[in-house]
């Protein structure tokens, strides 16, 4: 399923016709189609012409278009474009509440854990907050998205992944109060797992996951931060590729602003990247910089299992801090955030900054 090309620029007065192609979900038919701007639904159907006629100045103030699909199972399929122009991003509303997830590193590398509230100094464009909340990673549920490249340069590594990400799934949503999505891309990304308690059935659509086709990274990113919108608490998106972006609707730039609003850490792990691919190493790198995460970059899927658990234990040994901010800048201003720690041969990571 996909939203078609959206069509070409009108004015606010006019109407535009959308339409969405949805074929067979792996032999199985749709029950409903639903189109969505924002939080709001433009239309559902339940059988084609999936078509509507749309005022032009009600697309020019959504954020997001959304195709959902689903079959009668209940298992959805999405399809999401950001859409482009007067940098409108996932809130409208005012920001006040920041939720930071902070590792803290020692002169080694090292992570430090059970260093008390005191420890910690939070900065926002230079001036200090009080934080309301503090809180060990370890006593709070977590939030995970999974994102796979499906891509046919992938082949070879598949099994290595399936038994990697599996292991990985299994071991971070292993309460009752965690939960975890799993999104698959190639041309497009996939949500093959939405939302679910239950590790059994990220395994499930982790194995599901097979190598054929190009690369939509961008739109796949995008997709996952989706998942989290609205919803509070300890995130994180880890993100597996071998390739560049080559199919997406989405640009870096557009990404990197989505990214920076959502403020969810998006982990990246880059597998058999040549010397020739220093420009989406370099992209991975700002963006997971940016969201307070790291890339990682291997030249063997052998590899996968040890930096899962790399990131597993950066997750289970962070710190949540919280705290009400009281800037007057504007929700198109960025907002830079900078963790001090009282022991000064110790180093905090978290989000650079943010747009409210």
């Known amino acids: 399923?996909?939203?078609?090309?959206?069509?070409?620029?009108?004015?606010?007065?006019?109407?535009?016709?959308?339409?969405?192609?949805?074929?067979?979900?792996?032999?199985?038919?749709?029950?409903?189609?639903?189109?969505?701007?924002?939080?709001?639904?433009?239309?559902?159907?339940?059988?084609?012409?999936?078509?509507?006629?749309?005022?032009?100045?009600?697309?020019?103030?959504?954020?997001?278009?959304?195709?959902?699909?689903?079959?009668?199972?209940?298992?959805?399929?999405?399809?999401?474009?950001?859409?482009?122009?007067?940098?409108?991003?996932?809130?409208?509303?005012?920001?006040?509440?920041?939720?930071?997830?902070?590792?803290?590193?020692?002169?080694?590398?090292?992570?430090?854990?059970?260093?008390?509230?005191?420890?910690?100094?939070?900065?926002?464009?230079?001036?200090?907050?009080?934080?309301?909340?503090?809180?060990?990673?370890?006593?709070?549920?977590?939030?995970?998205?999974?994102?796979?490249?499906?891509?046919?340069?992938?082949?070879?590594?598949?099994?290595?992944?399936?038994?990697?990400?599996?292991?990985?799934?299994?071991?971070?949503?292993?309460?009752?109060?965690?939960?975890?999505?799993?999104?698959?891309?190639?041309?497009?990304p996939t949500l093959l797992a939405s939302l679910t308690h239950k590790s059994t059935d990220l395994e499930r659509a982790i194995a599901e996951t097979r190598a054929s086709g190009g690369t939509a990274l961008y739109d796949a990113v995008v997709m996952a931060l989706y998942q989290f919108r609205a919803l509070p608490g300890r995130k994180a998106i880890v993100v597996l590729t071998d390739g560049d972006d080559n199919h997406s609707w989405t640009d870096y730039a557009t990404l990197r602003r989505y990214a920076r609003a959502a403020g969810v850490p998006v982990y990246f792990i880059g597998l058999n990247l040549s010397f020739l691919d220093m420009g989406i190493k370099s992209k991975m790198t700002e963006l997971a910089a940016d969201t307070g995460a790291e890339s990682f970059f291997i030249g063997k899927a052998s590899a996968l299992a040890e930096v899962y658990r790399k990131i597993e234990t950066e997750l289970r040994s962070q710190y949540f801090l919280r705290y009400l901010t009281n800037s007057g800048k504007g929700e198109n201003q960025f907002r830079a955030i900078e963790v001090k720690l009282k022991n000064s041969k110790l180093h905090a990571k978290t989000i650079r900054g943010y747009f409210p």
Do not use: C
Request: glycine share 6%; proline share 4%.
């Open 1 to 188: 399923m996909r939203i078609l090309e959206l069509p070409k620029q009108k004015s606010a007065g006019e109407t535009v016709e959308l339409k969405v192609a949805l074929q067979s979900i792996a032999g199985g038919v749709a029950k409903n189609l639903q189109l969505w701007l924002d939080d709001a639904m433009v239309k559902e159907w339940t059988e084609p012409p999936f078509t509507v006629s749309v005022p032009v100045a009600r697309i020019q103030k959504a954020t997001l278009m959304r195709a959902t699909a689903t079959d009668a199972e209940g298992k959805e399929f999405t399809d999401l474009k950001i859409l482009k122009g007067e940098s409108r991003f996932m809130s409208k509303v005012e920001v006040n509440l920041v939720e930071l997830p902070v590792s803290v590193f020692d002169a080694n590398g090292r992570l430090v854990k059970d260093l008390p509230r005191e420890d910690f100094t939070v900065l926002e464009d230079g001036v200090k907050q009080d934080i309301s909340s503090f809180e060990f990673a370890e006593s709070l549920p977590l939030s995970l998205g999974i994102v796979i490249d499906g891509s046919g340069s992938m082949k070879d590594a598949m099994p290595l992944v399936h038994q990697a990400a599996s292991e990985f799934a299994q071991k971070l949503v292993s309460t009752e109060k965690d939960q975890g999505f799993v999104i698959e891309f190639r041309e497009r």
